[in-house]
């Protein structure tokens, strides 16, 4: 008989399911079939009382994942806001910030910046450093995950959320903070897999209360979004879309046509160049990969 779970974690081909009743089994996929990510709902079939397999995939809302011209990578399904991690120490990158924010835009989903460790003396430069995403319009948290998670806690509420930014920003400290069960339930789905730790290598979800769920992603060092269509791309950062339809040309690329919107917008100060030089990036990035 089938039954509908949750993937709270996946290792390759093998996934961990969540039951309705809260059981967890290990599940692996009919053929080859590996393109499912943490949180999708699926329909399994129960083997004994530690396995199950796949069958059927429900029609997901969200999808976050990322991609350059050679390869995908699904990080959560299902997601209805992103919460971009930075520090102080390490510094953070700025462009991985944006593209992370694209990725919202273009995904419907809720974009959400927390500044972590802000009880570090380099707090202040990182907080003018985001001060222009504030600008943007971009809700900014500030907090000690060693200290007090709770205004994340209030922002997390009724949402499914998933942690994302570089390594050793401090997802996994506010995980553990926000769920203390977590180290303990990721240690007994290690056990069960017999393949060690997978804290920082997959994506895991933990149910923060009946309505809330929180997803801790790897650490990453890039987000290419080749799967954005070029079209897009700037219908996804707030500060150009008012400028959209007012170039002199309908087919704007934005680079070297005359009567350019937002390149006069850039000329006049009105828009940072480093983001024109962004969406240029991903513009020669999707291109590549549409001719991969």
Known sequence: MSE?????????????IEMADGRRLSATTRGKKTDYACGDKVGIKVLNGEQAVIETLTPRHTLLYRSDQWREKLIAANVTQIVVVVAPVPSFSEELIGRCLIAAEAGDMAPLIVLNKNDLPEAEAARQRLAFWRGLGYPVLELSAKQDVSPLRAAL??????LVGQSGMGKSTLTNALVPE???RVNDISVALDSGKHTTTHAALYWLDADAALIDSPGLQSFGLAH???DALPHAMPELRPLLGHCRFHNCRH???????????VDAGDVRADRLALLHRLQDELTAAQSY
């Open 182 to 184: 977590a180290n303990a």
């Open 228 to 230: 954005v269509g070029v």
């Open 4 to 16: 509908t779970a949750t993937i709270v974690t996946s290792h390759g081909r093998v996934y961990i």
């Open 157 to 162: 509420a009724g949402h499914t959320s998933v």
């Open 255 to 265: 680079r070297v046509e005359p009567g350019c919107a937002i390149r006069n917008a």
